[in-house]
């Protein structure tokens, strides 16, 4: 789950603004963020030493674990980000669950100040995520309710509520999955029996074991039929004591908290995957559809090569033709040319000049010629 961030990227930007500023800044500022989690930013230009910082956030639980307000253990938890610069003022404001006075001189190393405002920013999941750990920590303390364990209802998100059971030597976590597609819960599904085969294999012995059920488990018998109305099933994980120790406690805590987050960002990407796969498909089949096939290819060839054929036919052809017409017109030029010349006939100069001479005309305004 590191890819779901803990922090408010925008209560951070917020801080980070108000301890980098040169000047003392004057700031009034209310954050609203998904799940009804509202933060009040204050800081005054009277006393610009410190920077206060409310919280108001739906709890886990409304039961009688946190009837009182926050308990010590979240107190306590709060309190652990950074002991110097945050400090708890009581009573709260009204409205929120938790103020903090926060003095950023204190601040041990300016490299480190980055650090230490992101924890700041995290007081939210610090917040939620201290009461499951409350819980798990009692794996092995039995509560009972009519000769039954029982069942506590857990909202992180709105809407997205799941169920933690105390059972010996182990607690139960049910997450009823709900989903608005049809084709989400086919995905969905898939994926749960996924973590069931990799679940059940030696390689993930350690986990905690899953299970999967489209129907509502026997723990959850007597809760509301609005709890138990799902689309996509029930996933349950056991919790033993070996999940919850050390280091692990706070990365199975985190999981089981975005678990819904997560099984909704791989439905969305496995979507997305299928959507491409097709849409790429697709682009093939129409590449097939537009591409000729080798037999349409050589066809148009052959039409391409008769063309030529003929076109080169009709050129020699015409090129034939008139060559015959030059030659004939070479020929009758030449006999027109022989025409021409002068004949010469035996006699006929002596006939031309004695039978065909052309009469001579006097002019009337004639001269006489002198002798």
Not at 117 to 133: C, F, G, P, T, Y
Not at 155 to 166: D, G, L, M, Q, T
Not at 209 to 216: A, D, R
Request: net charge positive.
């Amino acid at each position: 789950m590191a890819c779901f961030e803990r922090g408010s990227p925008a209560l951070k930007e917020t801080l980070l603004k108000l301890y980098r500023a040169q000047k003392p800044m004057e700031i009034d500022h209310h954050l609203y963020e998904f799940g009804s989690v509202e933060y009040h930013i204050q800081c005054s230009g009277s006393d610009p030493q410190y920077t206060y910082l409310s919280i108001s956030t739906p709890l886990l639980s409304q039961g009688e674990l946190l009837s009182n307000g926050l308990s010590h253990y979240t107190i306590n938890m709060v309190e652990g980000i950074c002991s110097d610069v945050v400090e708890i003022t009581e009573p709260a404001k009204q409205g929120y669950q938790l103020t903090l006075r926060l003095d950023f001189s204190k601040i041990p190393n300016k490299k480190d100040s980055e650090k230490i405002i992101a924890k700041i920013s995290a007081v939210q999941a610090v917040i939620i995520s201290s009461q499951l750990k409350e819980m798990l920590q009692n794996v092995n303390s039995q509560d009972t309710h009519q000769g039954m364990y029982k069942a506590i209802k857990l909202v992180y998100h709105p809407r997205e509520a799941f169920f933690v059971i105390k059972q010996p030597q182990k607690i139960t976590a049910i997450f009823p999955m709900r989903f608005k597609e049809n084709s989400d819960v086919i995905i969905a599904t898939a994926f749960f029996q996924e973590i069931m085969d990799v679940g059940s294999s030696e390689k993930w012995a350690k986990a905690p074991p899953c299970s999967w059920s489209p129907i509502p488990p026997p723990e959850l018998r007597g809760e509301t039929f609005d709890d138990l109305s799902t689309n996509g099933g029930f996933v349950s994980f056991d919790i033993s004591s070996r999940h919850v120790e050390g280091k692990r406690l706070d990365k199975t805590v985190w999981s089981l908290l975005n678990f819904y987050a997560y099984v909704k960002y791989h439905v969305k990407s496995t979507r997305g995957f299928i959507q491409r796969r097709m849409r790429k498909r697709l682009e093939g089949l129409v590449q097939v559809l537009h591409t000729p096939s080798k037999e349409e290819t050589e066809e148009k060839t052959n039409k391409v090569q008769g063309k030529a054929e003929h076109r080169f036919m009709r050129k020699l052809v015409k090129l034939s033709k008139s060559n015959i017409i030059s030659r004939k017109c070479g020929d009758l030029s030449r006999k027109i040319k022989r025409i021409r010349f002068r004949i010469k006939i035996q006699g006929f100069e002596h006939f031309r000049r004695r039978w065909l001479k052309m009469p001579s005309f006097s002019s009337l305004t004639g001269y006489t010629k002198l002798e």
